[in-house]
């Protein structure tokens, strides 16, 4: 166990705990598929996807589609074709944080200044390009089974609950693991929904699964962690998860289907791949990872 | 064999080829992981990722950054924090393409009008939001191994050459499979490279891996097909197994260091897993596809 | 006198009721110019520029700034910089409608037909790029001046109440003017204001104004007119003015300074010069008019 | 005549040598207004407008247009229309630079310091929305027509031929002229031109431009300055002026069609017109100067 990682892969790592995915860690996770059951844990990714009041949301713009042949539009050999362009913040819907994304003290994760991140070329290191495919075991710690309710906006997901709900899907979070934690977050909210309150990790419970030497630590809420902060914080598990332990942070996750599946098949572990795109210096991206039973 | 997939998943079917995995393919192509090692088969995405001459690249726009706080942005709580957006063409670098992006005679794959695919709205049918995650085998039909040559510009990959590749990596593609074609393309080109011109296959080696059952037809060059086209035709290949067999092309891919993993096991299948973007009505998605051996 | 404009200036004409400007309507707007006072009757473009709620408001990326010379960029021979990009809706703010913003029965002004707008290429008839600048003669009908109160949302401002203004100001709409009514819309809406009510002009009021061949009509509203519609009616002053006149028109105007300069000036006319980003195929284009008195 | 307006207009102007403009040369601009002949200055705006290989170009998305009515879209009440936006850099096509977009020594002009332009907000000083309307009389110095040839890339643009084409044409630069250079670079580009070479002044020429008090300095190329710049010396006519003297520069006109029509009224002045996009923070604007003669 440790408390800090910067170092701990070499001065040059940009990659933090995802280090702790090794191909012992890829067989297990492959071996846990016995239904064959795929899932995607991804929201949808629309114009009416819901952003923070302070953020944007996509907007979808068709370059060609079936109106423009309607309306006369040559077709060669008889070939169509519809092409179209996003405008796309990384970090909306279903996303994971580069080790670039959050810091504190001017230094981000392994040390590297945060004057290497510029408007010009994005982040010299541990942008979003760095981060590489991510295939491991996956374990859900479900409190919304586990409390056989919703919890509320602002409720703290401790570490006696994560304790609680490892029990009940019967895992143990352990070394390369993807964490995942369904707060029901994602399941209730509508349309204008505010993101500054939601139930969600607290620090205690973050350190806990760093110190398991997890690789990602997910959930279904917009934060991971619990919000509005404890008084006198702010963002406190991305501060010590993403930057000292570089932990990438999964966030907007859609848990309730699996939640079900795993809970109807009477298993808390499954094989979890996922990709983000590759976008060179980018701080996140939105991403559909996949579960298989 | 078929030649034909519509209404063969029903009349609302939108996955067309997918529908050919299930859960046995999927269990399939776990049971192929053996040595742990895990690959990504995508490009980098950014400003200089090469597009045709009428299409656009990415922009890349840093919300956020380290410049920001190096001239003095506050700091609640220490917590710092980058973030960014991306003007993103949804057929770029390695991307894959939905089954609403082609077509010919005013009908999508399965029957759908043309018409649904809007400026307003996108594509209502065949989105690149209902393809879903794809976990099967993959298998890789390595011309360049078998030609011992970067095959040319303009050149036809036969079934004869598909024959012989799948005969070199002892595999044979079979329903559900992911079948990448590396013709070596995507390793060569240089910047300011014409789109106009590459290796790829002819319409019967297409049709053959269609009849075959195959989910996804793959490649490392632009278009999976051979360019120029035939004489009197465009975009044979897109027309035929997009629109007519449900078959998603998966374009752009790196596959020289999945060859030369493949080749150096002595392996040619191995478990393949992505997931597009769900853009709800988009035509296509750039996509980071995981091989793992 | 006319009601129709089609045609009147060749079958080739894409800047209908621009045409009503000549060389002596130029120089009477110059020689209106006693004071030397310049205004800008533009609203200022930002994230927080309202729009009506199906809209997107704009976003604005720096790609160079301070903070990133404060991070370290290099600066050779001492030279810094900033540079930016905003992804921009025609249609925001302080904006001109092109001749093809809007139509009926299929045909845009002059008879084109819509089929020539697409996504592709936008508008090849009636664009914005047809319109090219525009100097001439402003008038201001002050309806706030004429009640001595704001007009409520969804109040018609009528013919009577146009002539009335017009007599309080000194003025009478002639050939080639540009029209500028001040509803009091712009000067009391708040963040989140709906867009589907607003005092403006009914269709009799606009109709008097294009048969006197007025150049364009503006107003310091959404939409020009009267929100909501008149039972039964949508849009009818932008379907009749903008389609069957070939006028312009200009929303969304700033129109209070203006209202005081004129009112202590004791004048109703003023020199008025503006010009569209000249958008190849844009639909419409954000605009900062100038008035000179 | 100063050397350095830094201060000269208080501490806290944003809008440096257009306070040189005040209602006596708004009036002497009108009054130069004889034939009522109007031009634009502007190059139209599309995907083809030519940019620097360091910067993006122009996108045109249609959010709505006629073939979506042609695919059968509803049109309640009759109304139809379409609608669009642009990603916009705000350095292209024939555009302003705002006092913000160049310095050095870390500070802007009148000694805002650069930390104030942040990828965040844009600039806080000095904005292209601090600039406002823009009136006064144009001088047009034809250094084609004083030559009898296009200038070379790369040929300085000197002190003396600006001295003798004022000459020429009648004129001499004064406080508040607007000072239009044609150097026929933009008559004479193609598809794929350098931007790294053009002619244009020098900085003596432009020093004695600003020591004559002019509110603005335009020319036809893309930097208004000599390109590639004398050795040692990186934009020094951009440091200068628009930082020291705080003169915004006009890039990229279209002089010739004004050249002629000059050259045939045998004048060298007209009335100036233009304003930018009010965009809160932008470093400069597209724009669609105006010249009435």
Known sequence: MTK????????????????????DQVKRAASLVTSGEVLTLAQSLSPRTPVPAHRHGIQHFMGRDGGDYAAGARRPGGFQFAEDTV??????????????????????????PQS??????????CGIDKMGPIVSRGILLDIVRLQGSLPADGAAITLDDLHRAA????????????????????????????????????????????????AIVGADNFAVEQLPFPEGTVFPVHQRLIRDFGIPLLEGLVLRPL?????????????????????VGGTGSPIAPIAVL
Chains 1, 2, 3, 4 share one sequence.
Do not use: M
């Open 167 to 214: 029990q009940v899907a019967g895992v143990k979070p352990e070394k390369g693991d993807i964490v995942l934690i369904r707060t029901g977050w994602q399941e209730r909210i509508k349309p204008g929904v505010s993101f500054n309150e939601e139930p969600g990790i607290n620090l205690e419970a973050g350190l806990w699964l760093a110190e398991s030497e997890v």
């Open 87 to 112: 405008v796309l913040p990384l970090h909306i819907g279903t996303h994971i944080d580069a080790l670039c994304h959050a810091w504190y003290d001017d230094q981000l994760f392994n040390g590297f």
């Open 259 to 279: 939640a079900d599946a795993l809970a109807q098949a009477g298993r808390g572990a499954f094989l979890f791949a996922a990709a983000p795109l590759p976008v």
């Open 4 to 23: 800090d990682n910067w170092k701990r892969w070499g001065a040059d790592d940009e990659r933090g705990a995802l280090n702790h995915i090794g191909p």
């Open 116 to 125: 290497a991140t510029r408007s010009t070329s994005g982040a010299a290191h």
